[in-house]
DNA sequence: GCATCATACTCAAGAAAATGATTAGTCATA
DNA sequence: TATGACTAATCATTTTCTTGAGTATGATGC
C-alpha cells in the first residue's frame, strides 16, 4: 500500500489519465515516488474497484480514446487517514553506490564512467527542475510564492528533489575526481 | 539481482555472519542498500548455493553458533561483472514526500509533527556518521586519506550518506517552518 | 528474581514492484 | 515510403520486499 498514496496524491491536482500520470511519475511525481506505467494502470484500476478514484471515457478522433480519473471522497479520506499515519524511514538504494563501495578493490574505469554519466543526468534533471519551480511560483519569488502561494505542496516537494539531486551531482563530481587522482597516483607507483 | 550485489559488497571487506550484516545493514550499508535480517539469511543462502560466497561454521560456548561468510572467486567476478554493466537510475520513494505532497488539502498538523521527528532522525544519523567518517579516516584528514587511504570504497558511500541526511534535515526544517508559517496566516484570516 | 535485551537464526505468507511482450493508430522525418 | 517515436493501454510472469511468528541461550539491569 504505497504506490496507491503516491497514484492518489498526484491525481488530487486534476484528471489524469494513466499514460498522462506516467509521464507525471517521470517529472514531478518522480520526487517522491517513481513507478513504471504498466504499475499505473495496475494500480488505478485497484482504486476504482475500491472506489478511491473514478474514472470517466473520453472519446478521441485522432488519438486512442483515453480514461481520465480523478479522486473521489472516499479517495481523499484515505489520503488523509494515510497522511495521519506514521511513515517509514526512507532509504537510499543505488546500484551505483554499491559500485563506489567496491570500486577501490576491482576495476575503477567503468565506475568513473557511470559516475559521470550520473552527474550530467543529475545537471539535467536540475535544470528541468529549476525550470519546474519557476513555473510553479509564477512571478512572485520563492519566499512570497510559500507564504502566500495556493498550492504549494507539489513546490515542497519539487525543492527535495531539485535538492537530491544537487547532492548527488556533487558527490558524483568529488568521487570521480578523487578516483581519477588515485589512478594517476597508482599508475606512477 | 540487486541484493545480492549489496551483500557481496558488503562481504568483501571481511568474514561476517548474517546477524553481524544484518547490524552492517541498519549503519553502513545503510547508505547504499537496506534490507531486513530475514532478507540477508535468504540471500547469503542463495548466495552460498551458487557458490558466489563460502561459509564455515563457528562454534561458540556462551553465545549460540554462527556462520561466518566471506565473497568467493566466483562471487568477486560477479561484483565485477555487476561494476562494469550499466545501473538503474536511483529513485527517490518516501512517504514523508507524498505526505508534503498534499499536505496543503488535507490536514497540515501531523505532517508537521513527521517533519519534525524525521528531521531529528536525520540529525542523529548525522552524528553517527560523522563519528564513522572519523573513524574510517582515522588521523589523515579527509583530502590526504581520500588520496593515499587504502579503502576509501566504504568512506565513500558514507559521505553519500552524509550529505543526503544533511539535505533531508534541511528540507524537513525549512518546510517545518513554511507550514508553520502559514498555520499562522490562515489562523489570522 | 524477573524482565528485557542481545545473539543467532528459520519459516511461511502475502504484498508490492519490476520485467517483458503485445496491440494499434497517428504523426513527423529522412 | 519505410522508420521510428508518440499516444494509450493490457496481460502475464517473476522477482523482491515486507510482515509476523517462532526457537533458544546468555547477559544485563532494576
Known amino acids: 500500500m504505497a504506490l496507491r498514496h503516491a497514484v492518489l496524491a498526484a491525481l488530487l491536482d486534476g484528471e489524469y489519465s494513466g499514460y ?3 509521464k507525471a511519475f517521470d ?3 518522480a520526487n517522491f515516488w517513481h513507478a513504471l506505467p504498466q504499475q499505473l494502470y495496475a494500480e488505478l484500476t485497484k482504486l ?3 472506489g478511491l478514484v ?8 485522432t488519438r486512442p480514446n483515453k480514461r481520465l480519473f480523478h479522486v473521489t471522497d472516499a ?6 487517514q494515510f497522511a495521519a499515519a506514521v511513515s517509514k524511514p526512507s532509504f537510499i538504494r543505488d546500484d551505483l553506490l554499491v559500485k563506489v ?9 567503468s565506475v568513473i564512467e557511470q559516475l559521470e554519466e550520473r552527474a550530467s543526468a543529475a545537471e539535467a534533471k536540475i535544470e528541468l527542475l529549476g525550470n519546474l519551480l519557476r513555473q510553479l511560483r509564477g ?3 520563492e519566499e ?12 515542497l516537494t519539487c525543492l527535495r528533489g531539485l535538492a537530491f539531486e544537487q547532492g548527488h551531482r556533487d558527490w558524483c563530481l568529488r568521487i570521480t575526481a578523487v578516483l581519477r587522482e588515485r589512478q594517476t597516483t597508482d599508475a606512477k607507483r
Chains 1, 2 share one sequence.
Do not use: M
Open 20 to 22: 498522462q500520470l506516467s
Open 27 to 29: 517529472i514531478g511525481v
Open 48 to 50: 476504482e474497484k475500491e
Open 54 to 61: 473514478a474514472g470517466r471515457q473520453v472519446v478521441q478522433e
Open 75 to 80: 479517495g481523499r479520506a484515505e489520503l488523509e
Open 101 to 109: 563501495q567496491v570500486a577501490d578493490r576491482i576495476g575503477t574505469a
Open 139 to 141: 512571478d512572485a519569488d
Open 144 to 155: 512570497e510564492f510559500l507564504r502566500r502561494g495556493a498550492r504549494i505542496g507539489p513546490y
